[in-house]
């Protein structure tokens, strides 16, 4: 019988330690694969969030957009109206909560140009209150220098650093630029949480 040398024996050792070694790095490499593609889904994840946030936001914009267009075609219909027919400067939580009497003049045709114009207001804040989450609304200003339509809305996304809701900026004097479109008119006395979006028609 022939038996095993030693230089064969030390092959064999050689060997099955190559194998370990081949098993164990097979084992880092899928750990590695693993923490790599927990980081992927981790990012992935996060931009899945911003996407959302993003959307929310443009559905919102498309919203107010809607009602300060519809306003200022209403304006336009009713030529006979004055300065004062067309204000609306109520709170926030009064807005948010309160019907207004309507007379159907647009249907009636038998209304004065000042009650076509409350008729429209009360469309106008229906429509805040219906396509706005706990929307509200107000309208200042002149027909000739034109009208201010600010929708309000609650926004449940807008947080400080610290998670709790932030506070929009109010509106003064020398507020400008892109400012003065997102900042919240002191009459509204808006609560954290709620975001302003002001737009000027001219009739």
């Known amino acids: 019988m022939s038996q095993a040398t030693p230089h064969r024996s030390t092959q064999r050792r050689a060997r099955r330690q190559r194998k370990c070694q081949i098993k ?3 084992l880092i490499e899928a750990l590695v694969s693993l923490l790599v593609m927990s980081f992927g889904l981790l990012g ?3 931009l899945q969030a911003s996407g959302l946030t993003f959307q929310k936001a443009a559905w919102s914009m498309h919203r107010v ?3 300060t267009s519809d306003i200022g075609e209403r304006i336009r219909a009713n030529p006979k109206a004055v300065d004062a027919d067309y204000q609306y400067t109520s709170s926030y939580a009064t807005g948010k ?3 207004l009497t309507k007379l159907n003049c647009r249907t009636t045709g038998a209304c004065t140009a000042s009650q076509t114009a409350a008729d429209d207001l009360a469309d106008l804040l229906l429509k805040a ?3 706005l989450p ?4 107000q309208i200042t200003g002149t027909v000739a220098g034109g009208f201010v339509v600010t929708s309000m809305y609650m926004d449940k996304d807008f947080l400080t650093t ?7 900026a109010t509106c003064t004097a020398t507020t400008t630029g892109i400012d003065a479109r997102n900042c919240c008119p002191a009459a509204a006395a808006a609560p954290a949480g709620v975001r302003c979006r002001n737009f ?4």
């Open 24 to 26: 164990g790095a097979t």
């Open 44 to 46: 992935l994840a996060g």
């Open 65 to 67: 957009t809607d009602i």
């Open 97 to 99: 909560a309160a019907t």
């Open 129 to 131: 209150q219906t396509l």
């Open 134 to 137: 706990q929307g509200s609304m």
């Open 162 to 168: 610290a998670g709790t809701l932030d506070q929009t």
């Open 200 to 203: 000027t028609i001219v009739p």
